[in-house]
């Protein structure tokens, strides 16, 4: 049973476009949700959070969009850049206080093209 | 920000030997550090919660006489593959939580350990 549900699995965009990328949840004691940005080879770097008191949350550019009702969250990254090819993950967790493991998605393979 | 390291950053071996990693938190102490694996291609899968001084806990499905993990100090924890066989072969990643007060997001993750096993 997969708890964090991601889409598309990869996806190209053009340089200067947005990039979107979608994650569904189950578990409603889910109550954090990163992104992370993962290059081949490297551990998973923390994006960008958010909680779901929150329903968007940006930082530079990239934004994320979370629907509580629907139990579902996006990562936008606006002006996409060929630097920004990478494995993205969402990920959920119960609590705050990083004693609880991260649900991570599939992933999605961003290349952002010329 | 938090470092975690992890060493070695690959490892070759022959199929039947043990092979250690190690994953440090080097500018915090880490009460809690997990371990990860990541196939090619694929997502984080989660194998086992590590508490200093206590026994590690594994999600269903991984062996805990296969991979023995040691949480000594409140920076190091290990993870040792023993008998490694091909299928083994993955991406080792390991995450460290950071005490209570290091923000919603106290956990961070090291580079990874390629292991392949021949």
């Known amino acids: 049973q997969q708890q964090v549900k991601q889409s598309p699995q990869s996806l190209i965009v053009q340089k200067g476009g947005i990039s979107i990328i979608n994650c569904a949840y189950e578990?409603?004691?889910?109550?954090?949700f990163p992104w992370y940005q993962q290059f081949p080879g490297k551990g998973p770097a923390l994006l960008i959070a958010?909680?779901?008191?929150?329903s968007e949350k940006k930082e530079g550019r990239f934004t994320i969009s979370f629907n509580k009702s629907a139990k579902q969250f996006s990562l936008h990254i606006m002006d996409s850049q060929p630097g920004d090819s990478a494995t993205y993950f969402c990920?959920?967790?119960?609590?705050?206080?990083?004693?609880?493991?991260?649900?991570f998605g599939k992933g999605t393979r961003l290349s952002v093209i010329a | 920000g938090a470092v975690v390291s992890q060493h070695p950053s690959r490892v070759i071996c022959k199929s039947g030997t043990s092979v250690k990693i190690e994953c440090r938190s080097l500018?915090?102490?880490?009460?809690?550090m997990f371990w990860y694996r990541q196939f090619p291609k694929q997502s984080l899968m989660l194998m086992a919660t590590?508490?200093?001084?206590?026994?590690?806990?594994?999600e269903q499905g991984v062996e805990k006489d296969k991979f023995l993990i040691n949480h000594a100090s409140l920076t190091l924890s290990t993870l040792t593959v023993t008998s490694a066989h091909p299928e083994d072969s993955s991406f080792y990643i390991c995450?460290?939580?950071?005490?209570?007060?290091?923000?919603?997001?106290?956990?961070?993750f090291g580079p990874g350990t390629r292991l392949l096993v021949l």
């Open positions: 590590s508490n200093e001084g206590s026994k590690a806990t594994y």
């Open positions: 500018d915090f102490q880490a009460t809690t």
């Open positions: 958010i909680r779901p008191d929150v």
């Open positions: 578990n409603t004691a889910f109550d954090y």
């Open positions: 990920a959920a967790r119960r609590g705050t206080s990083g004693n609880t493991p991260l649900v």
């Open positions: 995450s460290a939580r950071a005490p209570a007060g290091g923000g919603p997001e106290t956990q961070y």
